[in-house]
């Protein structure tokens, strides 16, 4: 069933070629639909399009359906087009003529816009609540290794004291900015574009005030051109969104990787966190943080993606548009899994309290005893040439008891409002 039945057929090369994976996606996608028919046969009944008694109706049977669907036990056959062709069948199989209703003041293009909005709205919720979870992970491990010293680095040379306490909340304060991103894109979803219909609006006399209000927008895309070209667009705002999060958590799972490294030997983790070699029976490998990595680095490919499907299209609906959804949603699912198995992970990890007895990392102190006699009143540029010199003459002594006490340093971490900033960025 085609919802552009005409009463001839197309070859099937072209219906394999233009449904594409259609099917399998808008298996995770069919709830959503259901929730838009549910409001929209609502609001025909509210403005006399159907009588009441049919609006009733309809919302019984897609009840029914939504339960299906919950059970798992929605399909969607090769004799459908996708999910919006299959449920209308399911509808006029047990209604009749009211079911072949439901389709009256919409079209497949605002099903598919409404649809998707819907699920990125409730992705994007679900990711939110994943990152407030790492978050915390992350605040807690600061914490209870805040005084545990790491050797910092730039240009991967031995550079500053850094600490486990920096280390771990600097990643949970990025995660901060990255919310900032995922509320953009929530934001951008958070407008209904159920009655633009085509991309032309209706000559029938639809209340989109009403469904927006029943689907749980929170304002309506008004422009119905506009809402058309929200398609990819939406899209792109939440791949963004997730693409910043991907940056931060391959950051880490890089640094994880690293520290693990016997040449570091910073961190560990559980041999049930790593993986063996087939040959060399001494293997820890970090597989899943190299895969963390992997899968980051690919959804940070997303938004040049869907620009480069979408990029130069006229206003309209082309068909172009049918490629952003077959990227959009793996990549969501890839970012939750991301963020469940780095949260878990870190849970078991294991930090090596004595990094810095090894003297390799005594020049670490080089600028803490630097600014030690500058305080003691010698000029900077003086205190950098003596301090140049006793290092190239292996005199260098270093002053190890250092003091950092400003906002934001290794001795001052301001946990409790990078916590504060957290808890206003999910507001």
Known sequence: MKLWDKGFSTDKKIDLFTVGNDRELDLILAKYDVIASTAHAKMLAKVGLITKEEGKALVEELDVIAKSIEKG????????????????????????????????????????????????KDELTEIKTQVKDLFGMLLQLAEKHQKIL???????????????????????????????????????????????????GSSFPIDRSFTTSAMG????????????????????ATAFGVSCIASTLSKLA??????????????????????????????????????????????????NQLTLITNNLPSGY????????????????????????????????????????????????????????????MPFRDAYKKMGQEIESGSFTPKKDIQHTHEGSLGNLCLEEIRQKMQKALQ
């Open 254 to 303: 890089m640094d994880i990787t690293l520290y693990m490294s016997q040449n570091f030997d910073f961190i560990s983790f559980p041999n049930e966190l790593t993986t063996g070699s087939s040959i060399m029976p001494h293997k820890k490998n970090p597989d899943v943080f190299e895969l963390i990595r992997a899968k980051c680095n690919k959804i940070q490919s997303i938004p």
């Open 73 to 120: 036990e929605f399909t969607i056959e090769d004799d459908f087009e996708d999910m919006h062709s299959k449920i209308e069948f399911l509808l006029t199989e047990k209604l009749g003529d009211t079911g072949k209703k439901i389709h009256t003041a919409r079209s497949r293009n605002d099903q598919v816009l409404v649809a998707m909005q819907l699920y990125l």
């Open 318 to 377: 082309h068909r172009d548009l049918q490629l952003v959804k077959e990227i959009i949603v793996p990549a969501l699912q890839d970012t939750k899994a991301c963020l469940e198995i780095m949260t878990f992970s870190l849970k078991e990890i294991r930090v090596n309290q004595n990094i810095l007895d090894d003297p390799k990392y005594d020049y670490l102190f080089s600028v803490d005893t630097l600014n030690e006699m500058v305080k003691n009143g």
């Open 150 to 200: 790491l050797p910092g680095y730039t240009h991967l040379q031995i550079a500053m004291p850094s600490s486990f306490g920096l280390w771990f909340s600097a990643y949970a304060e990025s995660l901060i900015d990255d919310l900032y991103f995922v509320q953009a894109a929530y934001k951008v979803a958070d407008q209904n574009p159920l009655g633009s219909a085509a991309g032309y």
């Open 217 to 236: 927008f929170e304002t309506l895309k008004y422009n119905v051109v506009a809402a058309q070209m929200g398609r990819g667009k939406v899209e792109k």
